[in-house]
């Protein structure tokens, strides 16, 4: 009996650190802060049924996809999806989608500052010239960019 519980214990002694440091490296690979491997924008992909994406309405997401198929590169193609947003809706809504884009494609965040300067430049055309109602909506999504371009 006693060898038994030896044996046993001798078993758990080797198996345990194994399988501890399996799963917490796996458990390490899937949170937030690591890079998205491709498999997860595949199941974000197949799990969207109108292809928007997470975080994104869908019709700056069929612009989006639609205008990806064209060949643009992806700054180019948040873009023309920004200032469709901010054409159909308002500023505001334009600098949500442009503050998610930076949150789930951190590779686009180079970009920011120009198409948020970008998008303060046509929301001042929006409202024909009217700097103080275009700088109403500003605020500090790629430090304070959007405010940038109402101003020049």
Do not use: H
Not at 37 to 58: E, H, K, M, P, Y
Not at 123 to 134: E, I, L, S, W
């Amino acid at each position: 009996m006693k060898q038994l519980v030896r044996r046993i214990g001798q078993t758990v002694a080797l198996t345990l650190p194994v399988v501890l440091v399996t799963t917490g490296t796996l458990a390490v690979t899937r949170v937030p802060w690591a890079p998205p491997t491709g498999l997860d924008q595949q199941v974000v992909a197949a799990s969207s049924g109108d292809g928007a994406g997470i975080g994104r309405s869908s019709t700056a997401a069929s612009t989006s996809t639609t205008k990806s198929q064209d060949g643009l590169a992806p700054q180019e193609s948040l873009r023309v999806a920004l200032l469709d947003e901010l054409r159909a809706k308002n500023p505001s809504a334009a600098l949500d989608l442009l503050e998610r884009s930076m949150r789930e494609q951190p590779a686009l965040t180079p970009y920011c500052t120009s198409l948020a300067t970008e998008l303060g430049k046509a929301a001042v055309r929006k409202y024909q010239g009217d700097v103080q109602r275009a700088r109403s909506f500003a605020r500090p999504v790629c430090d304070g960019a959007f405010a940038a371009g109402v101003v020049g």
